[in-house]
């Protein structure tokens, strides 16, 4: 299973399957630039980080767990 994780200067962040399909985590309520991401191999957690310090955790489905 192949994944390709990025944003886009908006507050999205998409996961890309091989399979074709895409998901995407709204993160809005991150209100600065998103300098750090991470997603776990599986493809099942996503950790977005930002300048101002806060840390988002999403599921494989887009749906947020965590801020911080």
Do not use: C, H, M, W
């Amino acid at each position: 299973k192949n994944l390709l994780f990025g944003t886009a200067g908006d507050p999205e962040i998409r996961l890309f399957k091989d399979s074709g399909g895409t998901t995407r985590s709204d993160a809005s309520s991150i209100k600065s630039y998103i300098t750090a991401s991470a997603i776990t191999p599986d493809g099942k957690v996503q950790v977005v980080g930002s300048a101002n310090g806060s840390l988002q955790v999403f599921d494989g489905e887009g749906k947020l767990i965590k801020a911080f």
